[in-house]
Nanobody
């Protein structure tokens, strides 16, 4: 079992920035992939950004150019830097990690962007 602990959410005005962190209880050196999803009220959970074992990245079209995903293997942590935030980015953000089969999720962190 792997625990993922998210932090960094909060309330920010439109145009502002936040950085989310996801710390894993197991090394992320050999993960298949890790990343972030989000779920807004009344909407389905959607992919925000992922990073692979080879450090390849993928972003949702709605966040491309504004969000950056990165990883620090030494700290077993993945980050999501969110800039130029918009009210439509308001959601609960969930971290996930895939270890070539087993997949684990964090408890979620709320991001609220006011207009």
């Amino acid at each position: 079992q792997v625990q993922l602990v998210e932090s960094g959410g909060g309330l920010v005005q439109a145009g502002g920035s936040l950085r989310l962190s996801c710390a894993a209880s197991r090394t992320i050196f050999s993960i298949n992939g890790m990343g972030w999803y989000r779920q807004a009220p009344g909407k389905q959970r959607e992919l925000v950004a992922t990073i692979t074992n080879g450090a390849g990245t993928r972003y949702a079209a709605s966040v491309k150019g504004r969000f950056t995903i990165s990883r620090d293997n030494a700290k077993d942590t993945v980050y999501l830097q969110m800039n130029s935030l918009k009210p439509e980015d308001t959601a609960v953000y969930y971290c996930y990690a895939n270890y070539y089969g087993p997949e684990f999720w964090g408890q979620g962190t709320q991001v609220t962007v006011s207009s």
